[in-house]
T-cell receptor, first 110, second 114 residues
Framework: RKEVEQDPGPFNVPEGATVAFNCTYS??????FFWYRQDCRKEPKLLMS???SGNEDGRFTAQLNRASQYISLLIRDSKLSDSATYLC???????????FGTGTSLTVIP | DAMVIQNPRYQVTQFGKPVTLSCSQT?????MYWYQQKSSQAPKLLFH???????NEADTPDNFQSRRPNTSFCFLDIRSPGLGDAAMYLC?????????????FGPGTRLTVL
């Protein structure tokens, strides 16, 4: 079983739509959770860190459900510029290894 | 200001010809990572350093070696590149310790093997 699993998509949504991605992780000892955004042929860039139950940053909301071992990312009022691959990343906290999901592809359509 | 720098950004090499990719950081972070990322796949960890301590992933081929001469620099050596080694190679850094440690990625080096 993979450490981190994501629905690869693709998600194709119209501008202005709300879209949500889920990510599940296998190790209940996981401590740190992150969403990264990766544009085509570029490096991953940190979008949000997810602490305790979750946090919000503008149009983006991340939530953590420890009981069910998943994190989610909600994007409201989608913009064309939100088109990218969104990577879910988990860290056990006791070591230096970060586990990546395969990413979810989002395309926002005019 | 760039915090994690990778050189070169694009590298073309011939099958079997050794190549070295470079990473430097201005963050003074303890941990440095090398990832391989192929198209439409997640980054795959090759190895990482915690200070001078080297940690190799079990499935990293022997063809891949690394050096970290000091805190700021880390090198990835591919001794005999094969066609299957063509990929984006990402360097990242982090500061370990509890919640909140995040990774900072360099822009990557795209390797082409002819």
């Amino acid at each position: 079983r993979k450490e981190v699993e994501q629905d690869p998509g693709p998600f194709n949504v119209p501008e202005g739509a709300t879209v949500a991605f889920n990510c599940t992780y296998s190790n209940s000892a996981s401590q740190s959770f992150f969403w990264y955004r990766q544009d085509c042929r570029k490096e991953p860039k940190l979008l949000m860190s997810v602490y305790s139950s979750g946090n919000e940053d503008g149009r983006f909301t991340a939530q953590l459900n420890r009981a069910s071992q998943y994190i989610s990312l909600l994007i409201r009022d989608s913009k064309l510029s939100d088109s990218a691959t969104y990577l879910c990343v988990v860290n056990l906290g006791s070591g230096n290894q970060f586990y990546f999901g395969t990413g979810t592809s989002l395309t926002v359509i005019p | 200001d760039a915090m994690v720098i990778q050189n070169p950004r694009y590298q073309v090499t011939q099958f079997g010809k050794p190549v070295t990719l470079s990473c430097s950081q201005t963050l003074n972070h303890n941990v440095m990572y090398w990832y391989q990322q192929k198209s439409s796949q997640a980054p795959k960890l090759l190895f990482h350093y915690y200070d001078k301590d080297f940690n190799n992933e079990a499935d990293t081929p022997d063809n891949f070696q690394s050096r970290r001469p000091n805190t700021s620099f880390c090198f990835l050596d591919i001794r005999s590149p094969g066609l299957g080694d063509a990929a984006m190679y990402l360097c990242a850094t982090s500061v370990p310790g509890g919640q909140g440690d995040t990774q900072y990625f360099g822009p990557g080096t795209r390797l082409t093997v002819l």
